[in-house]
């Protein structure tokens, strides 16, 4: 069965340092999706690709965050310089096209410490 | 903004008893899906409703669309442990705004 990967499963660092997630998609699927999950609530979009361009990034801290899909497929969401706050889980997720259901990967938890 | 509002927040009960947890906006929703979490895990699609009125069921699970498409419920019949997890509505608004989670319920089932 297809499914969203995502490394690492787990990242532990220090603030101010740079941290990289990476995501890749299910074959075929236009649509990728990176969301922020804080612990005890719900997922919150951070950027959403539509193939290799950007479709909405209006949630995305550009001062810290930067995220590409350069081929259309895969996809790297950074963050540099990591802040405490943003110790959480980032799932990325992706889908057929942007009405479709979305189906998302086991996501990576941060820790900045 | 347009919000998700869930309850309960957490809910803790025996296995084998029948329980109900909501989602509700004041905006319209074109389409609603229901998530299951695990910790440690990402949201598990369990099903999409788009029609109000809908009902849609899962094995044990019932999912309900209000006819008003702005709320929608699921009903869980003789709960058991493996229900456990944070059960999370998403729904798509009228327009191109992108999915929209509601915080979730957590749910702990006891044997």
């Known amino acids: 069965e297809a499914e969203v990967a995502q490394s690492p499963r787990y990242k532990i660092t220090e603030k101010s340092q740079a941290v990289a997630f990476w995501c890749d998609p299910i074959?075929?699927?236009?649509?990728l999706y990176w969301y922020r999950q804080i612990l005890g609530q719900g997922p919150e979009l951070l950027v959403q690709?539509?193939?290799?361009?950007?479709?909405?990034d209006s949630q995305l801290p550009k001062d810290r965050f930067s995220a590409e899909r350069l081929k259309g497929v895969d996809s790297t969401l950074k963050i540099q310089p990591a802040e405490l706050g943003d110790s959480a889980m980032y799932l990325c997720?992706?889908?057929?096209?942007?009405?479709?259901?979305?189906?998302f990967g086991p996501g990576t938890r941060l820790t900045v410490l | 903004t347009q919000l998700l509002e869930q309850s309960p927040q957490f809910l803790s009960i025996q296995e084998g008893e029948n329980l109900t947890v909501y989602c509700n906006s004041s905006?319209?929703?074109?389409?609603l899906q229901w998530y299951r979490q695990e910790p440690g895990e990402g949201p598990v699609l369990l099903v999409t409703?788009?029609?109000?009125?809908e009902v849609k069921k899962l094995k044990r699970l019932t999912f309900q669309f209000g006819d008003a498409r702005k709320d929608s419920s699921l009903h869980i019949t003789a709960a058991q442990p493996g229900d456990t997890g944070l059960y999370l509505c998403?729904?798509?608004?009228?327009?191109?705004?992108?999915?929209?989670f509601g915080k979730g319920t957590r749910l702990s089932v006891i044997a």
């Open positions: 905006s319209v929703f074109s389409s």
């Open positions: 998403a729904a798509l608004f009228s327009g191109n705004t992108p999915l929209v």
């Open positions: 409703v788009v029609t109000g009125g």
């Open positions: 074959s075929g699927h236009a649509t």
């Open positions: 690709f539509q193939d290799e361009s950007v479709v909405d």
């Open positions: 997720a992706s889908s057929l096209g942007y009405f479709n259901e979305q189906f």
